[in-house]
């Protein structure tokens, strides 16, 4: 069963009407100048706009009547070309102005040559998205945005109220997170007891983020759902609601990283037709010891979420809303 109504602020629908609203007008808000190629921030944020609104939609489903035309998998297939375009900005920029002054002249010389076929991938990924903006695949996505906020229509689990579906909204995602296996990378169990080995060192560390990047990687995507999530609702918790967001934020942060490390070696190896340690030596150690630096950071906040009394306390916090705040 569907209906429009105005719903009260204290409901879910109405919370949820605000956050669709909210990152609706931040896409459309740096449409132009993503298409006039102004600045990388611009992409960065409508990037951002299109993968928070997939998680409100996602998020916030059992109270949205949404149309077809503004389903989860239509916003995925516009964020993927904008996400492209982002991941080149972020590896040129990395290039350019963090690792080429650091390096000697021959590779520098490399490093240059690089950067024009960055370039040059760069600008056929530019023609994409802004092809993409203009099809008629984006102009109804974006269309059935603005009519459904004009006339919003809503499901029945609309009217309760927010502070009590909360925990169940929230609790799926951060589980999702928890159970990953990924947390017990580089740890040891014993009957059910997690045992964390001494500090490792570098080439120990440098097998396991080969031999389990993907799964990090898996763990960082759930580590920003939840983040995206959390962030909808901060103003329903107390201050150690914070802490934890915050928590959040350096998983995402850290292995995010690590990631980026990873894609940038992966991509500089095909490009130059062989390996780092080769032609790119100085480069390479420069990458192994940013990696090892983060799994560092890593360790500390792994170390810290696999004692179950820090997620049960996690999980507490989410069962405790406050008052319904005054919009």
Partial sequence: MTKTTILDSKTFGYWANLAIQKYFQKIIKHEADVIKDKDPEALHQMRVGMRRLRTAVTSLAPALDLPKAAQEKKIAAVARQLGQLRDLDVLQDALQNYYLPTLPHSEQKIIKKVLTTVGKQRQQSLEQVQTTIKQQRYQKLKLAFQDWLAIPTYRELAQISIEDVLPELLL???????LDSAWLIGVKLAAGEVEVPSPLNGEIVAHLLNNHGDSLHRLRKQAK?????MELFTDF???????????IKAIQSILGRIQDSVV????????????MAVKLPTLATQLMTHRYQAWQE????????????TRRDFYQEILQTV?????
């Fill in 172 to 178: 799926p995602s951060v589980s999702k997170l928890f």
């Fill in 225 to 229: 759902r939840v983040r995206y999530q």
């Fill in 237 to 247: 918790y107390r201050f150690q609601y914070q802490e934890y967001l915050k928590d």
């Fill in 264 to 275: 940038l070696a992966a991509f500089l190896t095909d490009t130059i037709k062989s390996e």
């Fill in 298 to 309: 890593w360790r500390i906040i792994q170390q810290q979420y696999l004692h179950f009394s």
């Fill in 323 to 327: 008052a319904t705040p005054v919009q």
